[in-house]
Each structure stands twice: as structure tokens, then as C-alpha cells.
């Protein structure tokens, strides 16, 4: 079985093939990075315009390097949201375009459900399992009980924390995107014990009963110790131990909030191997991904993140969830709306055929 899975719901132009075995046979993706460079951030309008541009030339090229014709393909995913809704548009109306005139199988794909099935593309992983999603656009803590059924326990009360990375990215005088930035200028810190001390930033939410997020007040504080450094241009090694004081106080706020997590799935589930999965752009990061893995080590669950080329948006992942969404039945009518908000845990059966 071969899936085309398209993916416009942001700044990358995606396209890609994948068969149930979890082979990628193809996997495209496009940057509009220098696009949006100048702008500080994504800008939609912009964003619409490239998907527009790019993603006909993107479809051929999956199709010609895993060496297929559409005559060979059992179904066509496309996000259908949540995201910009010009670029998820534009995806969702090729997808559906090649899957009428093929007369295959329509699959509106929730972009988060791509996130959140990716580790069992790549290592096969048994429901149910403890899903941290944490983008630029959401941070949940979510039960994976079956494709389809996810169950909230946390999410973020303001910021998510891809979006608290990028703006105190910039307040850092950083270029966008922030997130890789801060972890690489976090890196040139000499002495991180130092670092923490000397900007002493809050840690909001870390010891509260609930599973929920914020990242606004460290934002602020961020802007409040920018501020207070010494006028004139920004030294590197101020923003170095600035940025590993930010990076190493979110890595301690999300393993805090996945403690308390682990602790209810260990009491509500029984798994014969409890496994936490972090997916979404922010599991990219180096110091995240070290924390949680320390965490499971010594809390008995095994840690689980994609390989760094899928963190990011991709339509791999996309395929990937329009496959095991197509196995189950589950596919879609012609005429799906795209949707700017689409809760995980909130998927229904769509508006399946």
C-alpha cells in the first residue's frame, strides 16, 4: 500500500510516499525561510503564495523518486488543519484534485495527529502511550489510545513553547527561526551552573497538581534581563548564558509536567511497555530530549523521539497518518472543510465517507 501525504499547514511545502511497512520512499520538503526571514516570523499571505508555487513541482518529485505513478498509489492524505488557513487550502485542494481524478481515497489529515502517530512510523510503537506535542503552535500532554482517540491531560495556558523560543529569540537579537538559534548560541555557555544564577528566570507552573503550561511569564522575564544588560550592542557571551539559562529552565518546567504525567498513565494504564513520546519541532532540541530521556531512565519508561528530520513539519508524517487512518476505514468525503482550530482530542470521525 502506497499513501501520498501532502503538507502545507505552515512554511514548508511538503510532499511524500510511504508504504505500511513505514518505508519512506519519498520525503520532500521545501523551506520558506528566506521568504519570511526579513519579517521576523511566518507571514500567511506569503506562505500561500509559495505553497501555491511549489507544491505541483514537490508532488512529481516524491513521485519520481520513489519511482511511482499515481496508477500505483492507494490513497492521498492532506493536512486539513489546524494552521494557516490560505496554506492549508491550498494542500488540502491538491490532494483532493489527485484523488478525484484517480478515483482514490480522500484522507483529511489533523496536522497534530501527524505529530503524534510519526514514532509509530518510525519505531512501531504500541498503544496506548504518553504523548508530549510541543511545537510551535501547541504544548499538550496527550494519552495516543488508538488513531482517532487522543485524551488531553495538559496543554498551555498562553504561549506554546516553540512560539516562547522564537520571541525570546528576538528579544536575544537572534535570527528567526529562534529555537535552533538558542540552543546553538546556549552551546557556547561556559558555565551553565553560572548561567543560572546569574539570570535567576521563573519557572512557571513547576510544582502545580495540574498537566497545564506557560510560557508567557518567562517571555517577560527574558525581556526584563535583556533589558537590564548594559546599554550599547548585545554581547555574545551575555546572550549565550542568557539562552542556556531559558533552554535549561524549559527543559526543567516540560520534565516536571511530564513527571506528574508519568505518574497518572502508570496508575490509569496498564502498559506492558510504558513508553513517553515527545513529537512536534521543539522535540529537536538537544537539551529537551536529554532531560526526558534522563527521566524515563529513572522513572522506568522508555523515552521516545523521531529522528530529527521528522520533527519539524513534513509529509512523511502526513502519509503516515492518512495510511493507518485509510487501514482503519476512515476515509474522507470531497468536500471536507479546512479548519484553522482542530483539537486532537477532539477528532470524531471527521466527516468520513
Not at 505529530?115 to 506535542?133: G, M, V
Amino acid at each position: 500500500m502506497y499513501i501520498l501525504g501532502i503538507e502545507t499547514s505552515c512554511d514548508e511545502t511538503a510532499a511524500a510516499i510511504v508504504n505500511e511497512k513505514g518505508d519512506i520512499l519519498a520525503n520532500i520538503v521545501l523551506s520558506q525561510l528566506k521568504e519570511h526571514l526579513a519579517f521576523g516570523g511566518v507571514v500567511p499571505e506569503i506562505a500561500a503564495r509559495a505553497h501555491i508555487d511549489h507544491l505541483h513541482t514537490l508532488i512529481k518529485a516524491a513521485m519520481d523518486d520513489a519511482g511511482l505513478s499515481f496508477k500505483d498509489i492507494d490513497g492521498v492524505a492532506a493536512t486539513c488543519g489546524p494552521g494557516l488557513i490560505g496554506g492549508v487550502m491550498v494542500g488540502m485542494i491538491a490532494g483532493k484534485a489527485i484523488a478525484a481524478s484517480q478515483n482514490l481515497p480522500f484522507i483529511a489529515v489533523n496536522h497534530l495527529e501527524g505529530h503524534a502517530l510519526t514514532p509509530r512510523l518510525t519505531d512501531q510503537i504500541e498503544f496506548p502511550y504518553l504523548l508530549l506535542l510541543v511545537s510551535g503552535g501547541h504544548t499538550q500532554i496527550l494519552v495516543a489510545e488508538d488513531v482517532g482517540t487522543y485524551k488531553l491531560w495538559g496543554t498551555t495556558l498562553d504561549d506554546a513553547a516553540g512560539e516562547c523560543f522564537d520571541k525570546s529569540a528576538k528579544l536575544m537579537g537572534l535570527p528567526y527561526p529562534g529555537g535552533p538559534e538558542i540552543q546553538k548560541i546556549a552551546g557556547e555557555c561556559e558555565d551553565p551552573a553560572a548561567a543560572l544564577k546569574r539570570f535567576a528566570l521563573p519557572s512557571p507552573m513547576k510544582g502545580r497538581k495540574t498537566l497545564d503550561f506557560s510560557f508567557s511569564g518567562l517571555k517577560t522575564a527574558v525581556r526584563l534581563a535583556v533589558e537590564a544588560l548594559p546599554e550599547g550592542d548585545l554581547q555574545r557571551t551575555d546572550i549565550a548564558d542568557l539562552a542556556c539559562a531559558f533552554q535549561t529552565t524549559v527543559a526543567d518546567v516540560i520534565a516536571d509536567r511530564c513527571k506528574r504525567a508519568i505518574d497518572r498513565f502508570k496508575t490509569e494504564y496498564n502498559s506492558a511497555a510504558p513508553a513517553l513520546v515527545v513529537s512536534g519541532g521543539v522535540a529537536a532540541n538537544t537539551a529537551i530530549r536529554q532531560r526526558l530521556e534522563l527521566l524515563c531512565e529513572n522513572h522506568a519508561m522508555r523515552a521516545y523521539a523521531p529522528p530529527v528530520s521528522l520533527c519539524g513539519d513534513n509529509a512523511a508524517m502526513i502519509a503516515w497518518a492518512g495510511l493507518e487512518r485509510l487501514q482503519k476505514g476512515l476515509t474522507d468525503n470531497l468536500d471536507f472543510k479546512a479548519r484553522p482550530r482542530w483539537p486532537l482530542n477532539d477528532m470524531g470521525n471527521n466527516n468520513a465517507a
